[in-house]
Structure formats: structure tokens, C-alpha cells
């Protein structure tokens, strides 16, 4: 098997935003697996002083507020000076807040914005200026396939991830040319706190997998909810060389639940 690489760089250094969570966990614990080191940024000082992965990479915590540029732009700028460089960046933080259009408020609405397209922006401006220094790296977005189908009291989420799509899109073709790669992985229902919050305490898995026709969700015709692994795992193989000739895809990892449509 090919040993894990960016640009040609084994044990390459990654940013993953939102680490702390449950996708951003999962993707700290397989490129760590990968021997990559990894820049783990959350918000949650806390998120990674204990029960960090074994592997032949490393975790670099880093607690900072993705919606403050200055902070951010201080954090990783103190990151470059003491590993020399970045390789790749995730950005695999993001908020949902569930509410009809009509109960919507707009603190939500810039909220959301601000963590799931705003701090794509910010972040992957950093990182890229690194990447291109270096010559070449890659970037992937993790956004959601509410990002191309519609979804009942989701218009934020949806809105802000489809946002976040089209940067990184953009960004691929401006940086191209730096052989920087940039690609977008779109997951479907995950098994996450972001939801079983939305569960309120039940084991929704089967009707979630059968669909909801009052909100017209269709089901998931793999049969199954997927794991933040299943996600992890499609975000490495991006990062990799394995898909050096690959930039400017959305990748719908969804078992089928949009039916090939929200890429």
C-alpha cells in the first residue's frame, strides 16, 4: 500500500477545524493512524486533553474561536513557526441550528454563517498562502448534502453549507495552478451529536433510514446511518496523493439518500 502522502510529503502536517467533534474526532484519529501530525483546532480547550489517538502521527491542540480572523490568523501563524510548514487543511467545523425560515432569527442566521462558510473562508485564505509557499497541498471542506437538496428547518444550514461548496470550488481553480487541491465532502445523516441532538433523547436510526414524507426526506437506501468513520476515510483518501488528479468535486457520501443529486 502507498504510504500516506501530500505533494509528495510523507508524515505531512494537517489542519482539521473542528476536531473536537464527532466527524472532526474520527478525521484526527485516521490521519494520525496515516502518520500525518495534526493541527487540531476547536474552540473547546478542553477537547483534546485526554483520549487523543495512537498512531505513528501526532495532535497539536489548538483551542481558538474560528470566528475571531485575529485569533485564528495568531494561532496558525504560531503553528507554521514551530512545524516549519502545512501540508493540508479540513475544514470540518460547523453549527446547526434547526428552525423554520418564518422563526428563523437573523443572530442564528449570521451565526451560522459565520462558523460554516465565513471560517472556510478565513482559515482556507490562511492555509492556502502556506500551501502555495510550499508548492502544493490539499484542502478539503466538509459540508453537508443539504447543501444541494432542500430540507425542512434547515434553510441556514443548508444556505451557509452551500456557500461553503461553491468557495472551495472557486478556490480549486484559483489554486490549480499551485497544485493545490481542493475538493468538498458532503456527508449525509451521520451518527453525531449534531444528530442525535435533533433525535431530543430517541433513537431515531430506523425512521431516518425510512424517510420522512411530511418533510419530504427521502430515505437512505444503503440502509444504514453512517459513521464518522465512513466520512473520515473518504476526507484522508482526498488529502492523499491516491487522488492527486482530483480537485473541484463535491463527494456525496450520503448511502444514497439524495439520490446522486445534491453533488
Not at 478525521?27 to 501530525?37: T, W
Not at 507554521?80 to 502545512?86: E, F, N, P
Not at 452551500?162 to 484559483?174: H, I, P, Q, S
Not at 449534531?194 to 418533510?215: F, N, Q
Request: with cysteine; glycine share 10%; hydrophobic share 50%.
Amino acid at each position: 500500500m502507498q504510504k500516506f502522502s501530500i505533494a509528495g510529503r510523507h508524515h505531512p502536517t494537517v489542519v482539521v477545524t473542528g476536531a473536537g467533534g464527532g466527524i472532526g474526532r474520527a478525521l484526527v484519529g485516521a490521519l494520525v493512524a496515516a502518520g500525518a501530525q495534526v493541527v487540531a483546532v476547536d474552540h473547546d480547550p478542553e477537547a483534546w486533553q485526554s483520549d487523543r489517538p495512537s498512531g505513528p502521527g501526532a495532535v497539536l491542540p489548538v483551542a481558538v474561536d474560528l470566528t475571531d480572523r485575529a485569533a485564528v490568523t495568531a494561532a496558525l501563524t504560531a503553528v507554521v513557526t514551530d512545524v516549519g510548514s502545512l501540508d493540508g487543511l479540513v475544514n470540518a467545523a460547523g453549527i446547526l441550528v434547526p428552525a423554520a425560515v418564518l422563526e428563523l432569527s437573523e443572530r442564528d442566521w449570521e451565526r451560522t454563517f459565520a462558523v460554516n462558510a465565513t471560517a472556510v473562508f478565513t482559515v482556507s485564505q490562511i492555509v492556502a498562502s502556506h500551501l502555495v509557499a510550499a508548492g502544493g497541498g490539499s484542502i478539503v471542506t466538509v459540508a453537508s448534502n443539504a447543501a444541494g437538496v432542500p430540507r425542512s428547518r434547515m434553510a441556514a444550514y443548508a444556505a451557509s453549507k452551500a456557500a461553503a461548496v461553491a468557495f472551495t470550488r472557486c478556490l480549486g481553480l484559483e489554486l490549480a495552478d499551485h497544485h493545490v487541491r481542493c475538493n468538498v465532502v458532503s456527508p449525509g445523516s451521520t451518527r453525531t451529536p449534531m444528530l442525535t441532538t435533533l433525535w431530543e433523547g430517541e433513537d431515531r436510526s430506523a425512521a431516518t433510514i425510512a424517510g420522512t414524507p411530511e418533510e419530504f426526506r427521502l430515505g437512505i437506501p444503503l440502509g444504514r446511518i453512517a459513521e464518522p468513520t465512513d466520512v473520515a476515510a473518504v476526507v484522508v483518501h482526498l488529502l492523499s496523493d491516491a487522488a492527486r488528479q482530483v480537485t473541484m468535486q463535491n463527494l456525496v457520501v450520503d448511502g444514497g439518500a439524495t439520490l446522486g443529486v445534491a453533488a
